[in-house]
C-alpha cells in the first residue's frame, strides 16, 4: 500500500497480540491537510525599524498574524543608522528589549537581523571596532530573550546586513577582509546563547571562514561554529545564482543541499524569473535545501505566482517540519510492578526538521481529578528527518506519586525555555485528525490506560503515634512535619512529576523536623515518611 494512503486510513481501534506481556491497543491515525501554526517555522512576517523613527511592534498585529493566516515567525531587522560612529544609546537598546517582551506576549518568535542601511549610498556600516562594541551592547538582549530568538542572521556587515555594499570590509574581500568579517562572525556567535544559530548570507562565506564539507550528523546541534552556522537565501528564484547568494553553483548546491539537513534555511524570494519563479521549481529547491521559513511579504510576484499556480497552500504546510503520527501502540491495563511500553510511528512531510531543541514528553492525565504526571521520552525531533519513517519505543517507569485510576495519554512537543514551556502557541501541533488540544498544546493520542496499583502507594501505611501534620500551609520559606515520633522516619520530598527532590533540613527534634523549602519553586509536593519498609503519605503546598 502507498505510506501516503496508510497515513490517511480513517481512525480504528482494535486490539492485537504483541511481545509485551500486557494486553494492548494500537491506534491508527488520520492526516491532516490543514494549516498549522506551529513554531518557528513557515511564512514569516517582515518588520523593520530604523534608530531615527522607532516604530515599535503591536502585540495585537502580532497576535493576528497567528490567528489570520498561521505566522508564527517575524522577521525583526533593527537600523543602527544614528550609531555608524557611536555607541548604541540607551533609548534605543530600551526598544529593542520592549519589542522582544512584546513578541513573548503574542506568542511568537523572531528572526533577528542588525544593520546600519538600507541604501547603497554613503556610509554602509560601522568600523570593526566599533561593531564589535556594537555586537556587546546587544548581548545581554540576545541571553535575556533567547526563549523569543528563533535564530540570528549574520547582519551588521553591508546594506540590509547582507554582506555585500560595504564600507569597511571590502567588497570584493581581500585575505584581511575575510579575516575581519571572520571577527564579527566570532563575536556574534559569542554574545548569541550557544542554544541558537547564526545564519550566513551566502554559503560561499562559511566556507571560506569555517569549513568546505557539510555538518554531518556527529557534529550536528553541538557548540561548534560549524555546528551554529546556518544560511539565508534573500533573492531565492532570481536567476541561476540567486544574484550572486552562489558563487559556483554546481559544487555550492551539493553542500547546502547536505548541510541544511542540520542547520537552519531560509529567506525570500527575488525579482521574478519566467524560467525559476515557478511552483516546480520553488517545491523541488524547498525540498533540497530543506527550507524552514520565507517572507510572505516580498516578492509579491513571485507569491502571486505561487498562489495562481496552486502551490502557495502547499509550500505554507511544508516549510520546516510537519509531523504526522501514523500509530500507536500502548497498554490497556498496568500493574504496579509493570513499566509502561508503548511505541510510536510517525513521519515528517516538511521540508526540514526543527533547529532548536525541543522537549518530548508523554502526560498521564487522571480522567477523575485531571491531574497531570509527565513522562520525558528520550528522543530528538531535529533528527526526525524528512522522507523517512520514524518508530520510537520506550519502557517508561511510572511517576512514583501516581495514584490508582484511568488515565488519558497525551503527546507534549515542547519549547525548550522553562518560559515558554507550558505555553501552548509554541508547542507542536501534529499533522492529525481529532488529536490537537488548543488550550494546553498537548497532543491527544486517543488513547487510555487503567493503572491498577501505584508505585508510590503499594506500601502498607506506617504506625505513626500521632497524626502527622504540615505548617504552615501553603508554605513559604519554612516548612515543619509535626508528629509525636516524627524522628524515627526517613522524610523525602516529590514533585509533582514523582522526581525526588532535595531539601534541606534545618532542625531535628523527636516532634518537629524543619526544612528550608524557599528554594522550591512553587507546586504541589508529596512527602514520604518512611521506616521499616513502609510508608505514609502527606500532601504539602509550596508558595511564595
Known amino acids: 500500500m502507498n505510506p501516503m494512503k496508510r497515513i490517511g486510513l480513517m481512525l480504528s481501534l482494535f486490539i492485537v497480540s504483541t511481545a509485551f506481556s500486557q494486553s494492548t491497543t ?13 513554531p518557528e517555522r513557515g511564512f514569516y512576517k517582515h518588520t523593520e525599524t530604523t534608530a531615527t523613527n522607532y516604530i515599535p511592534l503591536d502585540e495585537s498585529e502580532l497576535v493576528s498574524y497567528r490567528l489570520k493566516n498561521n505566522n508564527t515567525l517575524v522577521l525583526r531587522i533593527f ?164 544574484n550572486g547568494t552562489f558563487s559556483n553553483l554546481s559544487t555550492e548546491s551539493l553542500y547546502l543541499e547536505a548541510e541544511t539537513r542540520f542547520v537552519p534555511m531560509g529567506g525570500e524570494t527575488c525579482d521574478p524569473n519566467t524560467v525559476r519563479s515557478n511552483c516546480t521549481t520553488a517545491l523541488d529547491e524547498m525540498n533540497r535545501f530543506h527550507y524552514s521559513f520565507l517572507n510572505v511579504d516580498y516578492n509579491a510576484g513571485v507569491l502571486a505566482k505561487f498562489k495562481n499556480d496552486k502551490c502557495f497552500g502547499e509550500i505554507g504546510n511544508r516549510l520546516g517540519y510537519r509531523f504526522e503520527l501514523k500509530s500507536a501502540e500502548f497498554p490497556n491495563q498496568l500493574a504496579a510492578s509493570e513499566k509502561l511500553h508503548c511505541s510510536f510511528v510517525l513521519v515528517n512531510t516538511g521540508f526540514a526538521t526543527p533547529f532548536n531543541k525541543k522537549v518530548v514528553r508523554l502526560i498521564l492525565r487522571n480522567k477523575e481529578d485531571r ?16 522522507d523517512k519513517e520514524h518508530q520510537l519505543m520506550y519502557d517508561l517507569d511510572i511517576p512514583a506519586t501516581l495514584p490508582s485510576g484511568t488515565y488519558d495519554l497525551l503527546l507534549h512537543i515542547a519549547d525548550e525555555d522553562s518560559r515558554l514551556s507550558t505555553r501552548p502557541e509554541y508547542a507542536i501541533q501534529l499533522a492529525n485528525v481529532g488529536t490537537w488540544e488548543s488550550r494546553t498544546g498537548y497532543n491527544k493520542l486517543l488513547h487510555s490506560v487503567v493503572i491498577t496499583a501505584p508505585n508510590a502507594t503499594k506500601s502498607t501505611p506506617v504506625s505513626v503515634n500521632s497524626t502527622p501534620s504540615i505548617v504552615p500551609t501553603p508554605a513559604d520559606e519554612i516548612l515543619t512535619i509535626e508528629a ?61
Not at 530600551?94 to 538600507?118: Q, S
Not at 497531570?372 to 521520552?377: D, M, R, V
Not at 518512611?530 to 503519605?537: A, I, Q, R
Open 26 to 38: 494500537i491506534v491508527n491515525y488520520k492526516a491532516t491537510t490543514a494549516a498549522i501554526a506551529n
Open 484 to 544: 509525636t515520633d516524627v524522628a524515627s522516619f526517613e522524610i523525602i520530598f516529590y514533585n509533582s512529576i514523582g522526581e525526588k527532590v532535595l531539601v534541606d533540613q534545618l532542625s531535628q527534634t523527636s516532634t518537629k523536623s524543619v526544612f528550608a523549602t524557599k528554594n522550591l519553586p512553587d507546586g504541589t509536593y508529596l512527602i514520604e515518611l518512611k521506616k521499616d519498609g513502609t510508608s505514609e503519605f502527606l500532601k504539602a503546598v509550596i508558595e511564595h
Open 79 to 242: 537600523y543602527l543608522e544614528k550609531f555608524l560612529n557611536a555607541p548604541i544609546d540607551a533609548k534605543y537598546l530600551n526598544a529593542i528589549k520592549t519589542d522582544f517582551a512584546t513578541i513573548r506576549k503574542a506568542g511568537l518568535k523572531c528572526i533577528v537581523r542588525f544593520a546600519y542601511t538600507r541604501t547603497t549610498n554613503g556610509q554602509r556600516d560601522a568600523s570593526k571596532k566599533l561593531m564589535l562594541q556594537h555586537i556587546a551592547q546587544l548581548q545581554p538582549l540576545f541571553e535575556a530573550n533567547a526563549d523569543v530568538i528563533a535564530l540570528v542572521q549574520a547582519g551588521f556587515i553591508g546594506t540590509w546586513g547582507e554582506w555585500f555594499y560595504t564600507t569597511n570590509f571590502g567588497m570584493p574581500p581581500t585575505i584581511a577582509d575575510y579575516t575581519n568579517r571572520k571577527v564579527i562572525m566570532e563575536a556574534l556567535l559569542m554574545a548569541v546563547p550557544k542554544n541558537r544559530m547564526v545564519q550566513f548570507r551566502t554559503p560561499f562565506f562559511k566556507q571560506k571562514m569555517y569549513q568546505v564539507s557539510p555538518v554531518t550528523q556527529e557534529q550536528a546541534y553541538t557548540e561548534t561554529a560549524v555546528a551554529r552556522t546556518g544560511h539565508f537565501n534573500d533573492c531565492f528564484l532570481s536567476d541561476e545564482t540567486d
Open 371 to 386: 491531574k497531570e504526571y509527565p513522562i520525558a521520552l528520550a528522543t530528538d525531533p531535529r533528527f526526525w528527518e524528512k
